[in-house]
């Protein structure tokens, strides 16, 4: 079994932001595998699927970014899950818009959703970093992961989404270079 995670913040209002693609890259996996309709559980939306033979859990905790931990913590206890088989899908200033990279472990990089995550089952899970790019300054960042993708945007947003959905067997498969490359090919991102 495989606890996938998406970062966020709850509610209409938050949906498009640039810090919910965590969601939003978890929508499409679920939607692309067909999993069950998501429901409420662990201050979470859950939903339970299958990718290849796997079990998978989805899940978008229903808190703050900066509380994301408990959910994830209450969901892996509750499925006797083991943190390496957990795999997080967030948002990351540092990488440039539409590019994405994957591993095991490292630190929380200055974004409160891991740090939470990292207090609740330490560092050892698998992290999907997509890439949002950086508005320039570090006094902008608050509202710059806060507001919406703009319309621009979409010219990568939704091919990228659709790409690692269509890649996820591979994250399943513990081939995250499989899974990068793909998302890479079907993008034309390097």
Known sequence: MIVM??????????????H???????DDIAERHRFSPFKQKFNALLAEGRIGDTKIIALKPQTFMNRSGQAVGEAIRFYKVPPGDVIVFYDDLDLAPGKV??????????HNGLRSIDQHIGPEYWRVRIGIGHPGDKDRVTGYVLSNFAGRDEDWLDPLLEAMADAAPHLVDGAPDKFMTQVAQKTRAE
């Open 5 to 18: 995670v998406g970062l966020g913040n709850p509610g209409n209002q938050y949906a498009y932001n640039r």
């Open 20 to 26: 919910n693609i965590g969601f939003m890259a978890l």
């Open 101 to 110: 990279r994957v591993k095991r472990g490292g630190g929380a990089g200055g």
